[in-house]
């Protein structure tokens, strides 16, 4: 069974530019999360989706903003890019909203110049 | 607010044991999970601790105390490849938080 894809595996960005990122879940697998990982910073949640619904977002701005697909694939679009925002971002799936075990992706690189 | 507390950095010696400690501030959440994450890797689930006590798979054992809002991780026999980054995390309600990750190096 395939793991959890993520494409693009890299991406560079300039600031005010928008971005979006994809993720394919493990098949099966209903819920998507999203966490952003810079150095030092372990990951951040971002939201986490179930069911093509966003069931719960962390403390980031609006221009973060994500979707589910009715085959469970997710993206994640940011909008406006800052410098702050270079950092790899992860996303996780897991078989249901009860199970704890987190599956991830290898990420997608950004960096905003 | 909710955090999870973890030393930044850990070193110990190839065969040896190494405790990684977590202490948490967080409500509606339940159990404690750990993972592991090399440089340029992906995080990779360890182990899951949803009641007190000890959980063991192998090489590594997982505990919990709820009350105490407490957990560690205990890596037996190190290898080399142990070297990496370990991660606490709690999850509930369609949120998973995570500590800010412990550097483990395991020298020669």
């Given amino acids: 069974k395939a793991g959890v894809t993520q494409t693009p595996r890299y991406l560079i960005k300039t600031r005010g530019q928008q971005v979006t990122l994809s993720c394919s879940p493990i098949s099966g697998h209903r819920s998507v999360s999203w966490y952003q990982q ?13 069911s093509e619904t966003q069931r719960n977002k962390g403390n980031f701005p609006g221009r973060f903003s994500g979707r589910q697909f009715s085959n469970s694939r997710s ?10 925002d270079s950092a790899l971002y992860l996303c996780a799936s897991r078989l249901t909203a009860s199970n704890e075990k987190l599956f991830f992706g290898s ?6 110049l | 607010g909710q955090s999870l ?10 065969g040896a044991i190494v405790q990684i400690n977590c202490t948490y501030q967080t ?7 750990w993972y592991q994450q090399h440089d340029g890797g992906a995080p990779t689930f360890l182990s899951y601790n949803a009641l007190d006590g000890l959980e063991e798979t ?15 991780l205990l890596l037996q026999e190190l290898q080399m490849k142990d070297s990496a980054s370990y991660f606490c995390a709690v999850t509930g309600g369609f949120k998973t938080i995570f500590g800010a990750g412990t550097r483990l190096f395991v020298k020669a």
């Fill in chain 1, 107 to 112: 990420g997608t690189q950004l960096s905003v």
């Fill in chain 2, 27 to 33: 409500s509606g959440f339940y159990g404690l999970s």
């Fill in chain 1, 38 to 50: 810079t150095p030092g910073q372990g990951l951040q949640f971002l939201f986490e989706y179930f």
């Fill in chain 2, 58 to 72: 192998g090489r590594f054992s997982s505990f919990l105390s709820r009350s105490d809002s407490y957990g560690y």
């Fill in chain 1, 75 to 84: 993206e994640m679009n940011v909008s406006t890019l800052e410098l702050g």
């Fill in chain 2, 5 to 14: 507390e973890q030393p930044s950095e850990v070193t110990a010696v190839e």
